[in-house]
């Protein structure tokens, strides 16, 4: 899948759920910097589509993204990580199930 | 091409001479291929006979491999390794060593009770290796309709549905893991994935003692063929065991005394004058295989590269005079006809040579009369024909005694000797040709 085409689908399902996404947003992790590919900076909620087409492998490095899922484990944000190529119907329903996780565990009103 | 011709010839005279010439090389091309297809028939008959002189030979020497025969051969031919080596003890350590180990087989619980074992039906190995292989299909259709879903197995070493699992839920990773599950478990209703996991842990551990269990039969299956193979080998060998040995005796002692000094050998075995016949009979039809090929390929084969040479330049030469360029070439009259003079009698001469020399050798089969002295046999053969310092054996043998002593007394040489006298001329003329004359060889030819 294209990562135009991830990300156009990823901010309706998070924008049908309630959160306001802004893409490329820069979003300190740490020491880290990274460039999100949508963010609800009120709500701390977005997502990132890990592919190598957009050079996020490079932008995302395995400490960065250990950085990004240390400050989820402290509950400071949350990053929808796409980790691997989807289909359309996976990743819409990540995008619901993430929501959904976050809803039930209190996390996200 | 005559010797009163004009002092130069043209291209047309050129294609007609070359064209005939042509045709005789051609001609001489065929003969030899006749003569190498005869040659070779009659060189299988004589080692034919050679093969028989010895297999006779090597009988009449050693009949049997007991120790007064091997005693008595070792005396009669000097063969100085028996004196240390004994052929006959050799034989039978090999015996009692193959009957050893048919002992050992035959004691084998596997091999003693073969057929209770490994009857292909009824063996007892046999049936249980097909029950064992019935289970372990059958475990391996419960594995495979459990591995029905490609990431059935991922998700099971991943422990999904149990603490193990530790995919965090921001990853996509997680929903791609939930989907399978969703999946897999919609094919099993009523039956959770650990459940399922725990049924696909135990059916691959089932699976893998049976796989063991089936590797530890066959090894033992294998084990019984393998004594029932070496035993089959042995007994074979045994059989034959008497045979080889004398056979392998005979073979070294045969060459021995075919590669032995002759006349000493012939001293040593004038003790026995049936096997001094044998002997002499062999030695002489070895020396015939080797002289007939001699007198061919010296004779008839070398010629057919020469011809061969010829043949192209004549090819060569006629295309570069079909070119408009060369059509009014002129040909010195000297070079034309030394090149084109008509070489059919010295074909001839040489034919004749070869057949002379080649029949003398062929009929021969006197080999048991032979001078008292030392000789080689090509002087017995032909009467110590000069032409015989070709061949290095004849050479280095006249090197050391000269021309032999015995050979005007010798009732067969004078004989062939006579015969050969207008042969010896023959020869005479095809040297003198090979150093000076044109035939059989390329001669230096341009068109001016």
Same mark, same amino acid.
């Given at each position: 899948m294209r990562e135009a085409t991830g990300r156009a689908i990823l901010r309706a399902i998070f924008e049908e759920e309630g959160l306001s996404i802004v893409e490329d947003v820069p979003v300190a992790f740490g020491e880290h910097e990274v460039v999100l590919d949508g963010w609800d900076a009120a709500r701390r909620v977005g997502f990132e589509v890990l592919t190598s087409e957009?050079? !996020?492998?490079?932008?995302?490095?395995?400490?960065?993204?250990?950085?990004?899922?240390? @400050?989820?484990?402290?509950?400071? @944000?949350?990053?929808?990580?796409? !980790?691997?190529?989807?289909?359309?119907?996976?990743?819409?329903? @990540?995008?619901?199930?993430?929501?959904?996780?976050?809803?039930?565990?209190?996390?996200?009103? | 091409v005559t010797s009163a011709g004009p002092a130069a010839y043209g291209v047309a005279d050129f294609f007609r001479a070359s064209a005939h010439q042509r045709t005789a090389i051609e001609e001489q091309l065929r003969r030899i291929d006749a003569e190498r297809a005869t040659h070779e028939k009659n060189r299988e008959a004589v080692l034919a006979q050679a093969t028989a002189a010895r297999r006779d030979l090597a009988q009449?020497?050693?009949?049997?491999?007991?120790?007064?025969?091997?005693?008595?051969?070792?005396?009669?031919? &000097? /063969?100085?390794?028996?004196?240390?080596?004994?052929?006959?003890a050799a034989m039978d350590a090999e015996r009692a060593a193959v009957e050893?180990?048919?002992?050992?087989?035959?004691?084998?619980?596997?091999?003693?009770?073969?057929?209770?074992? /490994?009857?292909?039906?009824?063996?007892?190995?046999?049936?249980?290796?097909?029950?064992? $292989?019935?289970?372990?299909?059958?475990?391996?259709?419960?594995?495979?309709?459990?591995?029905?879903?490609?990431?059935?197995?991922?998700?099971?070493?991943?422990?999904? &549905?149990?603490?193990?699992?530790?995919?965090?839920?921001?990853?996509?990773?997680?929903?791609?893991?939930?989907?399978?599950?969703?999946?897999? %478990?919609e094919q099993f209703p009523g039956v959770t994935f650990p459940e399922l996991a725990r049924r696909y842990e135990e059916a691959s551990a089932a699976e893998q003692t049976l796989r063991d269990e089936v590797a530890r039969v066959n090894a033992i299956i294998a084990r019984g063929q393998a004594l029932f193979t070496e035993h089959a080998a042995l007994t074979r060998r045994l059989g034959a065991l008497s045979g080889e040995h004398l056979t392998a005796a005979q073979v070294r002692l045969l060459e021995h005394v075919l590669t032995s000094h002759g006349?000493?050998?012939?001293?040593?075995?004038?003790?026995?004058?049936?096997?001094?016949?044998?002997?002499?009979?062999? +030695?002489?039809? $070895?020396? #015939? =295989?080797?002289?007939?090929?001699? %007198?061919?390929?010296?004779? %008839? &084969? +070398?010629?057919?590269? =020469?011809?061969?040479?010829?043949?192209? *330049?004549?090819? #060569?030469?006629?295309? *570069?005079?079909?070119?408009? #360029?060369?059509?009014?070439?002129? /040909?010195?009259?000297?070079?034309?006809?030394?090149?084109?003079?008509?070489?059919?009698?010295?074909? $001839?001469?040489?034919?004749?040579?070869?057949?002379?020399?080649?029949?003398?050798?062929?009929?021969?089969?006197?080999?048991?009369?032979?001078?008292?002295?030392? /000789? =080689?046999?090509?002087? %017995?053969?032909?009467?110590?024909?000069?032409?015989?310092?070709?061949?290095?054996?004849?050479? $280095?043998?006249?090197?050391?005694?000269?021309?032999?002593?015995?050979?005007? &007394?010798?009732?067969g040489a004078r004989t062939r000797a006579s015969e050969d006298d207008d042969d010896l001329a023959v020869a005479a003329a095809i040297a003198a040709e090979a150093s000076g004359g044109s035939a059989g060889r390329d001669v230096a030819f341009d068109a001016s």
């Open positions: 957009a050079g !996020d492998r490079e932008a995302f490095p395995p400490p960065v993204v250990a950085a990004v899922e240390d @400050a989820m484990r402290r509950g400071e @944000a949350w990053v929808l990580l796409v !980790d691997l190529d989807p289909t359309e119907e996976l990743l819409r329903s @990540a995008a619901r199930g993430f929501v959904g996780q976050l809803r039930a565990r209190g996390l996200l009103a | 009449s020497l050693l009949p049997g491999l007991v120790p007064r025969l091997v005693a008595r051969a070792r005396d009669l031919t &000097g /063969f100085a390794p028996w004196r240390t080596e004994d052929p006959v050893r180990r048919l002992a050992a087989i035959a004691a084998d619980p596997l091999f003693m009770n073969g057929e209770l074992l /490994f009857h292909p039906r009824t063996g007892t190995h046999t049936r249980e290796l097909a029950e064992l $292989e019935g289970h372990l299909a059958t475990q391996q259709r419960a594995l495979s309709e459990l591995m029905c879903h490609p990431r059935f197995t991922h998700l099971v070493d991943a422990g999904y &549905g149990t603490e193990r699992y530790a995919v965090p839920f921001w990853r996509l990773t997680y929903y791609d893991d939930w989907k399978a599950h969703d999946e897999i %478990v006349a000493t050998m012939r001293a040593a075995l004038g003790r026995d004058p049936a096997i001094l016949g044998l002997y002499l009979r062999a +030695s002489a039809l $070895e020396a #015939k =295989v080797r002289y007939l090929d001699h %007198v061919f390929v010296q004779d %008839v &084969g +070398s010629q057919r590269e =020469v011809l061969q040479r010829q043949l192209q *330049k004549i090819l #060569k030469d006629q295309a *570069k005079y079909r070119r408009a #360029k060369h059509a009014a070439a002129r /040909f010195p009259r000297e070079a034309f006809e030394r090149r084109f003079g008509d070489r059919s009698a010295a074909y $001839e001469r040489r034919w004749d040579r070869y057949r002379k020399r080649y029949l003398i050798l062929w009929r021969w089969s006197a080999w048991d009369d032979v001078p008292d002295d030392d /000789f =080689v046999w090509w002087d %017995v053969m032909t009467g110590a024909r000069p032409d015989g310092d070709a061949i290095p054996e004849v050479a $280095e043998f006249r090197r050391r005694h000269g021309r032999p002593s015995w050979i005007d &007394g010798h009732r």
